[in-house]
C-alpha cells in the first residue's frame, strides 16, 4: 500500500516524517477561527468587565503557550523552536475574531503551531466567560496564509493579498 499522506509508511503504518535531509528555510503560518457569543458577554469582554479578569489578555498568552506546546498536543508534529507567535484579536458583530502568526527558520512548517495558539486562545475565551454565555460557539478555525518550504505560498481563498 503505496500512500501519498507523509505520516503514513509504505504499508500505512503511521510514523513522524524525517525531516533529517531537509533545509531548514524561513516559515510563516497565519490562522483564524472566532467564537461567537451573546452581546452581554461580547460586551463584558471589551469593557473589561469580567470577573475572572482580563480575558482577551489570558487568551493571548494561553494561545503563545499553545504554540509553544504543539508537539506534545499534536501525534507526529515535530517540537519546535518557534521563532515568534502572535496572537490577536478583533470584535465582530456577535463574536471576536483570533488571528495567531507564528513563524521560524526550521525544516517544518508552523501551520500546526499557528491552529494549535488559534484554538486554545479561543477555548481560553469561553473558559473565561461561560458564566456569561455557557452557548458560546467556536468555530471557522483554519489556516489562512503559509510562506516558506517546499510548498512555498499559499493562500486561503479571499486572503490572496495577505503579506507575511
Known sequence: MTSKLTHLDESGTARMVDV????PARRTAVAGGSIAMSDEAL?????????????LATARIA???AAKKTGELVPLCHPLPIDAVNVDFTFEHGSIHATATASIEAKTGVEMEAITAVSVALITIYDMAKALDKGMVIGGIRLIAKDGGKSGRWRAAGHEDLEL
Open 20 to 23: 533529517g535531509g531537509k533545509t
Open 63 to 65: 494561545g503563545i503557550m
Open 43 to 55: 460586551q463584558a469582554i471589551r469593557e473589561g468587565s469580567v470577573k475572572k479578569g482580563d480575558v
